[in-house]
């Protein structure tokens, strides 16, 4: 975002993203023109929708979705919830009928009103707190980001992670602009074939369909950029997705210029093998911070989220080398003094790793330019500088080349510290330069409207979603148990829907029986505690522990009197066998009489499914392999609908749990032999759930509720929306690291 795109009026129209031959081409950029003709017209309401449409601003606007959704709610819905896609199968005429039909102008024109203010306002956070990135902003770099499911380039928590720090620096105000890849096939979708085996499919995402725009550079070019490698050049292209106030610069390959091999790597998020990796992570970090100098923009910090752009601290100084006349040595200050880094698992597979061929295939050129052999470029990714058996690191890099690095949960910053204690083989473990900011979730996103209106009825018009203040959510305990109780239980119902609509079309894909399918209309009970599960299945997430012991499964899913339903879903990575064995083993308890109508798999987990399912549930599980969490995001998701979380005391839960707003597996210990772990987490998580969990959860008052459940519901709000919110997140990476590093005041970065 450069500071004219944001704060100038004249660019309201166009920040609020250009639809294709829209009207600002016909005005040519003429901005009295665009808003003449922006009426009530057929035409100018056609417009309004695609303005909306065209920055995802919407996505987080329920009443948008809304609008979107009542122009024709099958089609929204078959189209995956794409609002393009949507206007697409209308013409202005036909639209401006829909909509006289269903009296929707002014509700088109306030949505429209409300994005074009939100975009030409400061909000007050940011004029009270970060002025000093005014005109140079952070450069957050990914390499993936789930703002949202029609927008598929993201794979997981990470990817969530960096379109809810994007939406809630929007929301603040923070001045940030982003960088990563355009993934025309995405990642895979997932079905289950008959034995339940998980089934990889690559589709091409329907560009055209996307809110994306070329990047122009500051004379009216298309933005093009290469980078040099010893065996040829790559090209790529840049595309521009507007998040808010937020401007999202996605590096594409696929141009005529590249070989074929290269016009497809970045296809697919994580494809490919390791060379396809280094290609990938070379065009989004120096192809990135290429792009920022094409469009003008310099920033004052570079936040580099995981390791897999470290590449692009080196591009940065060069930069410093050519311009400011500086020596390596001093570039390289410089640089770190300006870089955050973000590690964000403490799983070994998780850190890239170079050989040193493919390094020196790469990032030959650069090194060339910088003056360095190709020994000390490769020690800037070891950790024995001089080992040379070691290849080269990623997350070093990243390391070495940032003067604020953090975990991303208390827990993971000792474990994180211990982990790269190498690199500072004279210092104490606590004085090791690796602090911890804690992850969260973007609460207008992942918080339903039905508990959104809930609390502005209770807590008043001042109460907001984006408060991080504790106080502002403790009014929470004065809601009517009543009405708390009911909002959750219409959500469990709209899971419930979802969860049979589902299962029957992967039965109808499948082509089971009229009989099968029909059973599925009756899947699940809305009175019976439902327990979800969805996550990466990475085998330390240990999926199938509850099946570790199924007769004791049995007894507690099929008791009489107080039987338990479980909803699992989420995707293996394709190489994963063990992984997708964990899937297998899950989904055919279908097959189990005893499971057939307590347990289900939902396929293809994304952000829509997320969504159903930590609106709908009454029991978020998480059960890791303590301490390989480094945070985990999902479960401060349940938090904001009123779902308890059942966790292993790892990530953010273990600074999270305090006795009253949840339920704890385990004791925060583990050890050393994982067999032994496992099966004490396992002893524990039934001893749990059958003696705190499902007793709590039915023991009903007179009227039917379950007072101490409901009680547990409201100190997990109080307790644990506003801290595990991505707006305290962005608000602590701006006060700790980002202004420090952008040479404002300095703040030590929490670090017990
Ligand atoms: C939130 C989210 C995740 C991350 O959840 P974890 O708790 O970190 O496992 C992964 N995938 C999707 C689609 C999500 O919405």
């Not at 990914?142 to 969530?160: A, K, M, N, Q, T």
């Amino acid at each position: 975002m450069s500071q004219d795109s944001t704060l100038n009026t004249a660019a309201t129209y166009t920040n609020a993203g250009t639809p294709p031959q829209g009207l600002y081409d016909r005005c040519m950029g003429d901005k009295s023109c665009v808003l003449s003709n922006l009426g009530m017209t057929p035409q100018g309401l056609y417009e309004k929708c695609l303005a909306l449409a065209n920055n995802l601003w919407w996505s987080w606007h329920p009443e948008v979705i809304n609008t979107f959704r009542t122009l024709d709610p099958i089609r929204w819905r078959h189209l995956g919830h794409n609002p393009i896609a949507l206007l697409q199968e209308f013409t202005p005429e036909r639209l401006e009928h829909r909509i006289n039909e269903l009296v929707l102008h002014t509700r088109i024109d306030q949505s429209y009103r409300r994005m074009i203010e939100y975009l030409n306002t400061r909000p007050d956070w940011a004029k009270k707190n970060v002025g000093v990135l005014g005109s140079q902003p952070v450069a957050y770099f990914s390499l993936e980001f789930g703002v949202h499911e029609s927008v598929p380039i993201y794979s997981g928590g990470l990817g969530v992670l960096s379109g809810d720090h994007i939406k809630s620096a929007s929301g603040l105000g923070v001045p940030l602009v982003a960088i990563g890849l355009f993934y025309d096939q995405g990642y895979f979708k997932q079905h289950l074939d008959a034995s339940g085996w998980q089934q990889e499919e690559y589709l091409d995402t329907t560009v055209e369909f996307l809110p994306l725009t070329p990047a122009f550079d500051r004379h009216g070019n298309k933005i093009m950029i290469s980078v040099e490698t010893r065996t040829g050049t790559i090209h790529a292209k840049v595309r521009l997705l507007r998040v808010g106030r937020v401007n999202l610069y996605l590096l594409d390959t696929d141009l005529e210029e590249n070989s074929p091999e290269d016009r497809e790597l970045t296809s697919r998020l994580y494809g490919g093998n390791n060379r396809t990796r280094i290609r990938q992570e070379l065009v989004s970090g120096v192809g990135g911070v290429r792009v920022l100098k094409t469009l003008g923009i310099t920033p004052g910090v570079y936040h580099l989220n995981e390791g897999h752009n470290a590449f692009a601290t080196l591009e940065v100084i060069r930069g410093k080398m050519q311009e400011d006349g500086l020596s390596f040595e001093e570039a390289l200050r410089e640089t770190a003094r300006r870089t955050v880094f973000t590690t964000h698992t403490p799983v070994p597979a998780g850190h890239d790793r170079f050989d040193s061929g493919l390094m020196e295939e790469h990032l030959g050129p650069l090194r060339d330019q910088l003056g360095i052999s190709h020994d000390q470029l490769m020690s800037l990714g070891r950790v024995e500088p001089y080992n040379t058996n070691e290849t080269f690191c990623m997350t070093v890099l990243g390391l070495k080349l940032s003067r604020y690095a953090n975990a991303v949960s208390a827990l993971h910053g000792h474990v994180s510290r211990r982990m790269w204690a190498g690199l500072w083989p004279h210092s104490a473990e606590e004085e090791i330069p690796i602090g911890h900011i804690t992850n969260g979730v973007h609460v207008q996103s992942w918080m339903s409207w039905q508990m959104k209106t809930l609390f502005e009825r209770y807590l008043g018009m001042n109460w907001s979603q984006e408060s991080i203040d504790p106080s502002e959510w403790l009014g929470v305990h004065q809601m009517d148990p009543g009405e708390l109780w009911e909002t959750h239980n219409a959500l469990k119902t709209m899971l419930i829907a979802f969860v049979r609509r589902r299962v029957s079309r992967q039965c109808r894909r499948r082509g089971e029986s009229d009989e099968v399918i029909e059973q599925t209309r009756n899947l699940l009970d809305p009175q019976i505690l439902t327990i979800g599960f969805a996550r990466r299945f990475a085998t330390y997430k240990r999926a199938t522990i509850l099946l570790t012991d199924i007769e004791r499964l049995d007894r507690i899913c099929n008791n009489p009197d107080k039987p338990v339903q479980l909803v699992f879903s989420g995707k293996a990575h394709p190489a994963d066998n063990p992984g997708k064995e964990y899937i297998r083993q899950i989904a055919n308890l279908r097959h189990d009489p005893r499971f057939a109508n307590r347990i289900v798999f939902i396929e293809d987990y994304d952000i829509n499914v997320a969504r159903h399912m930590v609106q709908g549930v009454d029991v978020w599980l998480n059960n890791p392999r303590r301490p390989l969490e480094a945070s985990g995001t999902s479960g401060m998701k349940a938090v904001l609908n009123g779902a308890l979380n059942l966790s292993i005391l790892d990530g953010w839960w273990a600074e999270a749990y305090d006795g009253t707003n949840g339920f704890a597996i385990g004791k925060g210990s583990h050890h050393v032999d994982d067999h032994i772990t496992d099966q004490r987490d396992g002893e524990s998580l039934f001893d749990v759930l059958e003696n705190e969990v499902v007793p709590l959860y039915y023991e009903v008052d007179e009227h039917g509720l379950p007072t101490g459940w409901i009680r547990r519901m409201k100190y997990s709000f109080s307790t644990l929306a506003w801290r595990f919110s991505a707006h305290r997140m962005v608000a602590d990476y701006a006060l700790n690291a980002y202004l420090p590093a952008a040479g404002g005041v300095s703040c030590q970065m929490p670090s017990q």
